[in-house]
């Protein structure tokens, strides 16, 4: 495995700085988040494999070769869209805030608002961009993602 950190971290490194979050590269990532792509190595073989919950799926590839894991594993995780919290709140005020902040500066956004049971018509309110799109909301906004203090 030793031989092959400075290519993972590498990879890891483009990664991120592409936008993605939904990836782990067994060795490399800092820790193991739940519902994400994994690039394991088990001593014969690369596996490329999705967790939800703590539970493996069946794997999407598996080979000998290095090299064609991690090209297949990089394509992989640039194709799939990687979601950021941006904002979770109850306000209706504070997110159309941050919409419009958002669409001035010409950043898609996805709402995915949720019931949260408090009390009858309660929503908490979500607010995601996608992919590298973080990075500009971080120069946005002072904190990623915004949560209200009662939630």
Not at 9 to 22: F, P, R, T, V, W
Not at 67 to 76: G, K, S, T, V
Not at 132 to 148: G, N, T, V
Request: charged letters at 30%; a negative charge.
């Amino acid at each position: 495995m030793d031989k092959y950190l400075d290519k993972l971290k590498s990879l890891y490194d483009e990664l991120i700085a592409e936008g993605c979050n939904q990836f782990y590269i067994h060795g490399i990532s800092a820790f193991f988040p739940d519902d994400v792509f994994c690039l394991n190595y088990d001593g014969q073989k690369w596996e490329i494999y999705y967790t939800e919950r703590g539970i493996k799926e069946k794997s999407i590839y598996s080979t000998c070769d290095f090299e064609n894991a991690i090209n297949y594993y990089r394509d992989y995780i640039k194709n799939i869209v990687h979601l950021h919290l941006i904002c979770f709140t109850r306000s209706n005020e504070k997110i159309n805030e941050y919409k419009k902040i958002l669409k001035n500066n010409g950043i898609k956004y996805f709402e995915n608002n949720i019931p949260s049971y408090k009390y009858y018509g309660d929503y908490i309110f979500r607010l995601f961009v996608k992919n590298r799109d973080i990075f500009k909301a971080e120069i946005l906004f002072d904190d990623i993602p915004y949560y209200d203090n009662e939630l």
